[in-house]
């Protein structure tokens, strides 16, 4: 069975790969764009995917929302949990119906997949299947999640399962509104409401790196 981690790491891979051995063949905006895409996934800030991006990588695409249909088709496990009342942690919504609320707002936290949604607020944190985002990002979705707390909505934090990306920013958020003292907390109050969470190693070594320095901040 291919996992979903395998497809979705060919992302950064493939356009990597194409741009090393064709700079000199293909066109210079061609490998930059690959370059780019490497780099920093497929997504624009407004989460959607630029035609050029859909179009170099177009059976990726299609093998990514094909397992994800089917994934989805046969599990058991829901669209989204609520992790607190105002925190929710799920999978990529492909639709309008798999997102909590009318008033939720929506955290990406994938770089491949789009927005199919129209919450009242986005903000995208692009991260590769299995990374972890880095403090600058996780700060960034804490102060935002925050804002639209204040604002009377809910969040709701997405990758592509709701499993690994999601929880560590899901994790961070719950350590700076001192729901959890620590990762490892914040993972178990996670998986309480959504069994299949998990941070591997290098997100849980991240939110626990952010977490420090954040501790460090505080006290100078």
């Known amino acids: 069975m291919i996992h979903l981690s395998t497809i979705v790491a060919t992302g950064s891979l493939i356009p990597a790969a194409l741009a090393i051995s064709g700079r000199h063949a293909l066109p210079r905006f061609i490998t930059l764009t690959l ?6 996934g497929l997504l624009t800030p407004q989460g959607t995917i630029k035609p050029l991006n859909l179009s170099l990588l177009w059976p990726y695409h299609a093998a990514l929302r094909t397992k994800l249909a089917l994934q989805r088709a046969v599990s058991d496990e829901p669209a989204w949990n609520a992790v607190t009342p105002h925190y929710f942690i799920g999978a990529w919504p492909s639709e309008q119906a798999l997102v909590p609320a009318l008033n939720a707002s929506v955290l990406d936290v994938t770089c491949e997949l789009p927005l199919q949604v129209q919450p009242p607020a986005y903000l995208s944190i692009p991260v590769w299947d299995t990374h972890c985002p880095t403090p600058a990002q996780l700060d960034a979705a804490v102060l935002w999640a925050e804002r639209q707390v204040a604002a009377g909505r809910t969040v709701l934090v997405h990758c592509a399962h709701g499993h690994g990306r999601s929880a560590a920013v ?5 350590i700076a509104r001192g729901v959890a003292e620590t ?7 996670m998986r309480a409401q959504r069994p299949r969470v998990k941070l591997n190693a290098r997100q849980r070594r991240g939110v626990e790196l952010w977490a420090r320095s954040r501790d460090l901040k505080r006290t100078e």
């Open 183 to 189: 990762p490892e907390e914040a993972e178990a109050l």
């Open 170 to 174: 899901l994790a961070a958020i719950l």
């Open 35 to 40: 370059a780019h895409i490497a780099g920093t």
